[in-house]
């Protein structure tokens, strides 16, 4: 739910005519999930779009009646060259990728409340500051794209937040995240390197390197942009997390079958993703990887067989998990 410019989501969402809209909406009832998190959906700073966007689902599906949609970086202004063209400041010299201010951002629905007194936003850490940082450099080992520019890079493309719910039985720990394509840059690897740092926080955050982190009763969830078997990129990265004994994977999959798509290895009742050409095809990049003291009693990714609608609501499909809380 990117648009070209600020406000134009809302303004989609009022006219009630845009057939992605209609789409969204229509998975969104069929699914009906308690807590969902939307991706690359823009961003403003009063909640217009995203109360509007509730309002809409309401019509046909749940209704939510807690919001949390911190600023992303995403379209953040860096006043600097962050990309090492030379020049500043266009889309790829914001923080994270985007034409304007909010542009892709993250929203998460509830129907549970939200501690908002306990939410942590690590958005705004530097990626000089993680831990065993994998910073880009050039070939004379000089900072890339320059040290002015190391100085200011956040580590998040997206964001990094840590939100309690209030559940009837007890508080329940999101941990949501939509780190930046592994991609789209030159030999010093900087995306690359940048979505294999943003993956490697949540285990520091949960080795405890930022504060207490929950024991228990917590769900990691987000875009990845990675897929642990056929993406470009670092990707032990993705492997750690799902390897890591603090976490559970649940390995959603679509319901009926699913062809081996040329050139990929990994099993593609799993993937959340296709990318048409010249992009990179079917993979997995989004999960949720719940703590191991809950209990999954199922879970899958929404993937028709055949289209609902036209056009459809994404590229992405919905990944969801039920859990049986202890």
Known sequence: MERRGPGLLLRDILRDTDPQIATIAEVVARLAPDILLLQEVDHDR??????????????????????????????????????????????????????????????????????????????????????????????????????????????????????????????????????????????????????HDELRFWQHFLDGAFGPAPQARFVLMGDANLDPNDSDGRRGAIRALLADPRLQDPRPMRRGPAALAPGKSGDPRLHTVDWPPPGPGPLRVSYILPSRDLRVSDAGVHWPLTEESAPAASRHRPVWVDLAMP
């Open 46 to 195: 009063d909640l217009h779009a995203m109360r509007a966007l509730r309002d809409r689902l309401a019509r046909d599906g749940p209704h939510y009646p807690h919001i949390l949609a911190l600023r992303p970086n995403s379209g953040l202004y860096s006043g600097r060259d962050m990309d090492g063209d030379g020049r500043c400041c266009d889309a790829r010299d914001a923080q994270g990728y985007g034409a304007f201010s909010g542009q892709g951002g993250m929203a998460l629905l509830s129907r549970y409340p939200i501690d908002r007194d306990a939410v942590q936003d690590f958005s705004a850490l530097l990626w000089r500051d993680l831990p065993g940082a994998l910073l880009p450099v050039r070939d004379d080992g000089t900072p890339f794209p320059s040290a002015e520019a190391r100085s200011a890079q956040r580590l998040s493309y997206t964001g990094h937040w840590v939100v309690p719910l209030m559940l009837p039985d007890g508080p329940l720990t999101l941990m949501v995240f939509h780190a930046t394509p592994p991609v789209f840059d030159g030999p010093e690897d900087a995306n690359g390197r940048r979505n």
